[in-house]
Nanobody, 123 residues
Framework: QLQLVESGGGLVQPGGSLRLSCAAS????????IGWFRQAPGKEREGVLC????????TYADSVKGRFTISRDNAKNTVYLQMNSLKPEDTALYSC????????????????WGQGTQVTVSS
């Protein structure tokens, strides 16, 4: 069974950067698409970006275009979310999730989830 663990969250000032990691164990990450989702207090879960098993990426949140990128290192069984030019509205619990091969917009199409890592953007 695939298990996911996120890391890299924290407190950062507006305009700063963070790199989140999603480390997989149990199964080879190479067979899975990985999506990053976020949920702020009082708001619905939102898809951010996804990377397919073949390396193609999709951006689901318009607000992160040009600022966030996603990448994967199958040798390290890890997917990364690079977040630049962070804004206070990016504050949320960020979670990664896996599904076979292809990305999907809807969070309920992902079968494996990590516990999340908190990102807080504040001065």
């Amino acid at each position: 069974q695939l298990q996911l663990v996120e890391s890299g969250g924290g407190l950062v000032q507006p305009g700063g950067s963070l790199r989140l990691s999603c480390a997989a164990s149990g199964l080879p990450l190479a067979y899975f698409a990985i999506g990053w989702f976020r949920q702020a207090p009082g708001k619905e879960r939102e898809g951010v970006l996804c990377i397919s098993s073949s390396g193609g990426s999709r951006t689901y949140a318009d607000s992160v275009k040009g600022r966030f990128t996603i990448s994967r290192d199958n040798a390290k069984n890890t997917v990364y979310l690079q977040m630049n030019s962070l804004k206070p509205e990016d504050t949320a619990l960020y979670s990664c999730a896996a599904r076979p091969n292809k990305c999907a917009f809807d969070w309920d199409r992902y079968s494996s989830w990590g516990q999340g890592t908190q990102v807080t953007v504040s001065s």
